[in-house]
């Protein structure tokens, strides 16, 4: 992972990562440098005046997708009196582009060597990912008068930087330079234009550069505003809250990804640096997070994973009729088949997901089209969940990689390879299943009879997925069920033993719906109990379990994501205190990321940090941790769609304040929704 000072803007796909001067020295497993459609366009961008690297005194990261570096020559002292201030200001949006402004602060004139290295490795991003960077093609560099082409070939898979500035520069293999003359108080600048151009088959060019100068920087600023604007008003008297709620728009927006198919379309992008892409599973999360928000997000996510949805048996993409992707990837480990991300669809959740994700969109939205328009597309899913998923026979989703190469072992959300286990820490079998798979395929067989109902004109089918779904809930508490702890059981392997551990999958649970009204008062007590609550938020181990570690990737960490639908389903029970609690714990930590919840953090105890501590490889941005603040404010107000009107029943944490939510849009045109938090009484002075 890069170190912690460097700076990153980005628009979609389309990314930057650098040091605090602006400089990128990449090595293969670094992901700094320019990337886009999972490749790296610039691994080597280092500016020099008169052979000299310069020192940073600020920077500002002025929008996600602009940056400004304030630099001056030599190494930093505790006092510089520099006769020279560099200025590198710099846009991404599509391409990149970079402005260098020179001042001269001398009594004298200077004579000045400016020089900017160029270099790429068009590392793969999965190369850079692995620490692997196996090249197997051709990397050219050609020096042209008025540019610098930077290149990479390997059969009909193209990739190039193009590089040129507004002024006359000499330009070789690794760079460019200018000799330049500076008067007393003059200033010197130009203007950097890199272009990335991804050659496909036939010779089709997959991404277009900048726009005309100027045009890129004033069309996102235009689009940012736009977003903003048309999105709700959140006032509260937690100020917090407020900034964390802009925070997370203006992330949002940044993560919108436009895939080649879709002609400017937008859906979320899973999470900066690795995860720059569409993933089924985040994309959907994402999507049913910001559903009061930003809803045009819903429709275009769930027609491009209808598009993309399976049709046949293919073993190395792990692909099935009617299975849901989960990734799409555009690099060359892709193309070249080294990786099966062309599309992979090797999890099991997105698919019921993109069912709930639909009936849920037609509640918020009343848009009967695209539940009419998805009709075969969710048949083939509950086909897919009924016929191919249930690899043991039993009526429960089960996983196997049938890519034994390169095909993911754990298929759930928790996907690194010792998130599964028994409680005495050894590892299950395959294949697997997880217990919150099983509540989504429940619930997506509950709203799917609704969608057959009322709009497919097929009540028969709708009698028969209520049917379905009453006995996968009767069997799932039967089979799941942990007697001695009180909860359910992580996972079951092939011959029905339990992965018999606390975790925070049982709170997915109560959001699907899948779990006996008798029992819930014990789930929501685990959750807001010691073993699982720090204080910041629910961990995804329990303590005490033999694999628990606050800094394990999914055996003790807390996930902001995670947490949000724990809320969301504990509000569902009726366990609004359990609720608010675990809100405030969130929103709470969010302030010490200035507002940026990461992909996760430690699940160390609140009493012994003070403070959440960062996870080292985290993501961030990260779509549905951006995502999370907004489902929070939704379960605190209590806001739910009903009977074609916003039904809104607040219960906030102790302390918070008022909170309006104004012009939340819907079926029912825009409405506002108004909250205010209790007040401690043990915390009042007489």
């Known amino acids: 992972m890069a170190a912690s000072n460097t700076i990153r803007i980005l628009d979609g796909n389309t990314f930057v990562v650098s040091e605090d001067t602006g400089d990128i020295e990449a090595t293969p497993s670094e992901p700094t440098g320019l990337f886009s459609l999972d490749t790296r366009f610039l691994s080597k961008w280092v500016l020099t005046v008169n052979g000299e690297r310069l020192n940073a005194l600020s920077y500002d990261d002025l929008q996600y997708y602009e940056a400004r570096?304030?630099?001056?020559?030599?190494?930093?002292?505790?006092?510089?009196?520099?006769?020279?201030?560099?200025?590198?200001?710099?846009?991404?949006?599509?391409?990149?582009?970079?402005?260098?402004?020179?001042?001269?602060?001398?009594?004298?004139?200077?004579?000045?060597?400016?020089?900017?290295d160029a270099g790429a490795d068009f590392a793969d991003l999965f190369q850079v990912k692995d620490e692997i960077l196996n090249k197997k093609g051709e990397i050219y560099a050609e020096a042209e008068t008025d540019r610098l082409r930077l290149g990479y070939r390997r059969g009909n898979f193209r990739r190039e930087t193009v590089i040129a500035a507004s002024r006359p520069a000499r330009y070789d293999r690794n760079g460019f330079a200018w000799s330049i003359h500076l008067e007393p108080?003059?200033?010197?600048?130009?203007?950097?234009?890199?272009?990335?151009?991804?050659?496909?088959?036939?010779?089709?060019?997959?991404?277009?550069?900048?726009?005309?100068?100027?045009?890129?920087?004033?069309?996102?600023?235009?689009?940012?505003?736009?977003w903003v604007a048309k999105a709700p008003k959140v006032n509260t008297e937690h100020e917090q809250l407020a900034s964390t709620y802009r925070r997370s728009l203006i992330d949002l927006a940044a993560l919108r990804f436009s895939p080649l198919s879709l002609g400017g379309q937008t859906l979320p992008a899973a999470g900066l640096p690795w995860f720059m892409t569409m993933f089924g599973r985040d994309s959907i999360f994402t999507c049913l997070q910001v559903l009061p928000f930003a809803p045009e997000m819903s429709k275009t996510t769930l027609r491009i994973l209808g598009a993309l949805?399976?049709?046949?048996?293919?073993?190395?993409?792990?692909?099935?009729?009617?299975r849901i992707l989960h990734e799409m990837r555009y690099g060359e480990t892709a193309a070249f088949e080294e990786q099966p991300h062309s599309p992979y669809y090797g999890s099991v959740d997105a698919t019921p997901l993109f069912i709930v994700l639909l009936d849920e969109y037609e509640k918020w939205s009343g848009d009967v089209a695209?539940?009419?328009?998805?009709?075969?597309?969710?048949?083939?899913?509950?086909?897919?969940?009924?016929?191919?998923?249930?690899?043991?026979?039993?009526?429960?989703?089960?996983?196997?990689?049938?890519?034994?190469?390169?095909?993911?072992?754990?298929?759930?959300?928790?996907?690194?390879?010792?998130?599964?286990?028994?409680?005495?820490?050894?590892?299950?079998?395959?294949?697997?299943?997880?217990?919150?798979?099983?509540?989504?395929?429940?619930?997506?067989?509950?709203?799917?009879?609704?969608?057959?109902?009322?709009?497919?004109?097929?009540?028969?089918?709708?009698?028969?997925?209520?049917r379905e779904a009453a006995q996968l809930k009767e069997r799932f508490n039967r089979d799941w069920w942990v007697d001695d702890g009180g909860f359910y059981a992580l996972g079951l392997d092939p011959n029905?033993?339990?992965?018999?551990?606390?975790?925070?999958?049982?709170?997915?649970?109560?959001?699907?719906?899948?779990?006996?009204?008798?029992?819930?008062?014990?789930?929501?007590?685990?959750?807001?109990?010691?073993?699982?609550?720090?204080?910041?938020?629910?961990?995804?181990?329990?303590?005490?379990?033999?694999?628990?570690?606050?800094?394990?990737?999914?055996?003790g960490t807390i996930w902001p994501f995670d947490n949000s639908f724990i809320a969301w389903g504990l509000r569902r029970y009726g366990f609004a205190e359990e609720a608010a609690t675990i809100a405030n714990g969130i929103l709470d930590a969010a302030r010490y990321f200035d507002g940026r919840l990461p992909e996760a953090f430690g699940g160390y105890q609140r009493e012994l940090t003070k403070f959440p501590v960062e996870y080292p490889t985290a993501c961030s941005p990260q779509a549905w941790s951006t995502g999370t603040p907004l489902l929070l404010i939704r379960t605190m107000l209590g806001l739910e769609p009903h009977e074609g009107h916003l039904a809104v029943d607040p219960r906030l944490p102790v302390g918070m304040g008022r909170i309006e939510v104004l012009d939340i849009p819907g079926r029912w045109g825009r409405v506002d929704a108004f909250a205010r938090g209790r007040i401690d009484l043990h915390n009042l002075v007489d």
Not at 191 to 216: N, S
Not at 528 to 533: D, Q, T
Not at 539 to 548: D, H, I, N, P, Q
């Open 69 to 116: 570096f304030f630099l001056v020559p030599g190494m930093a002292t505790h006092y510089i009196d520099a006769k020279l201030s560099i200025i590198r200001e710099r846009a991404v949006g599509g391409s990149f582009r970079e402005t260098l402004t020179i001042l001269n602060h001398d009594e004298k004139a200077v004579d000045l060597e400016i020089r900017m």
């Open 496 to 555: 029905g033993r339990q992965c018999d551990v606390l975790s925070s999958n049982i709170g997915h649970l109560l959001w699907s719906g899948i779990v006996d009204d008798d029992r819930a008062a014990q789930i929501a007590a685990h959750l807001v109990g010691p073993r699982l609550f720090s204080g910041w938020g629910v961990r995804t181990l329990a303590e005490g379990e033999v694999r628990y570690n606050p800094i394990g990737y999914h055996n």
């Open 309 to 322: 949805q399976g049709t046949r048996f293919d073993d190395f993409r792990d692909e099935d009729p009617g």
């Open 370 to 466: 695209l539940v009419k328009e998805l009709e075969k597309e969710c048949r083939a899913a509950l086909k897919w969940v009924d016929d191919y998923a249930d690899l043991v026979g039993n009526g429960y989703i089960w996983y196997e990689r049938r890519n034994t190469d390169t095909g993911l072992e754990n298929q759930c959300w928790k996907d690194s390879w010792d998130s599964l286990s028994y409680s005495d820490g050894t590892l299950p079998p395959f294949p697997r299943a997880t217990c919150e798979v099983q509540g989504y395929a429940y619930d997506a067989k509950i709203r799917a009879a609704r969608l057959a109902r009322e709009f497919w004109g097929d009540p028969a089918y709708a009698d028969q997925l209520e």
């Open 185 to 226: 108080n003059e200033q010197w600048d130009t203007a950097i234009d890199v272009q990335t151009h991804a050659v496909g088959p036939g010779g089709r060019d997959l991404r277009m550069g900048l726009r005309a100068h100027g045009t890129e920087r004033l069309a996102l600023q235009h689009d940012l505003e736009q």
